[in-house]
């Protein structure tokens, strides 16, 4: 088998301390790993340098998705303690999964609406059990799925003016990935700092990282440098942790996300082509966002919808030519990704130096740049 296609050729190792707990104490005080593939170069910078990188007439294309609160911890009514991990954002304006009714108890309004996710419990809930969070949110048991999910009926009750939305956000909890091990709590810093200054659209589990490092005064100065921003929404989802249990990574099924790009981002990419400037991803969900939008010729379309493609060595990239990333888990689909388009001997050895070095890995952690 080709080493390009075998799981155990993305593997490295990372000592655990590597692991960054908590992000930099200011957003752009990042290092920044640049590999430049024209040169078969690697260096060792900050992060603001981006701006040394960067051309006027440059287009730099982020992902506006907003990471919410989806981890809600409660216990059953027998008393033993539960989490249920939202999968998917609650469709509240959605009538085929959220209805709207009046408690024949007190007269209180109820938003009650079906999601699925992740439950967790010392003993498995049976079907109809009901789920006790806080005053304020109730669910129901509906019944377990493929792959360990449940689908569960939320119940809302909002206080006069008070929206459904707003309870999900006051009650639930960040949903930090699972190598990111500190105590039980969640740091006041999380809800600000494991988000990004571009989130304006809620819906993802995770954060698409690579956004974390811009601080407002260096998107100040990229503007100032006459380099455009456009956004595209791709709703990070739990699949991204999943685990790559095949050979042949070419057997792997990868999974599904929610994606939206714009007339106007797609129009702004294609103007930007034309003139020959550079198409600057940042994080592989922007690549993959774009990658699904395009045509043969690598015109690319609005659209939206659910994106199914799955990069890795071999794929022919038909927008993108720069990412700026983090580092990504050994073994995984977003490390095949960042493979397909820099080479996965590069990628391999731009990640063992950054070890060497000092770096600090993951969500958290410090980013890359990649120039094809």
Known sequence: MDQDFNIESYQYDLPKGRIAQFPEELRDRSRLLVLDNRNNRIQDRKFTDILDFLKPGDLLIVNDTKV??????????????????????????????????????DGRIIFKTKVTGLLKSSKRPRKGARLLFNPKIEGELLEYNKEGKASVRLDFYPAEGESPEEILIQSGRVPLPPYIRRDREEHPSDRERYQTLFARKSGAVAAPTAGLHFSEELLRKIKEHHIRIAAITLHVGYGTFAPVRVRDIRQHKIHEEYVEVSTRTAEMINQTRLTGNKIWAVGTTTVRTLEFAAGPDGKVQAVNGWCGLYIYPGYNF??????????????????????ALAGRSNILRAYNKAIEIGYRFYSYGDAMLIIT
């Open 68 to 105: 919410f609160p989806a981890r809600l911890e409660g216990r059953k009514e027998t008393g033993g303690r539960v989490e249920f991990f939202l999968l998917e954002y609650p469709a509240f304006d959605q009538p085929s999964t959220t209805e709207k009714t009046t408690s024949r108890r």
């Open 318 to 339: 038909k927008v993108v030519n720069a990412l700026i990333t983090n580092f990504h888990l050994p073994g995984s689909s977003l490390l095949f990704l960042v493979a």
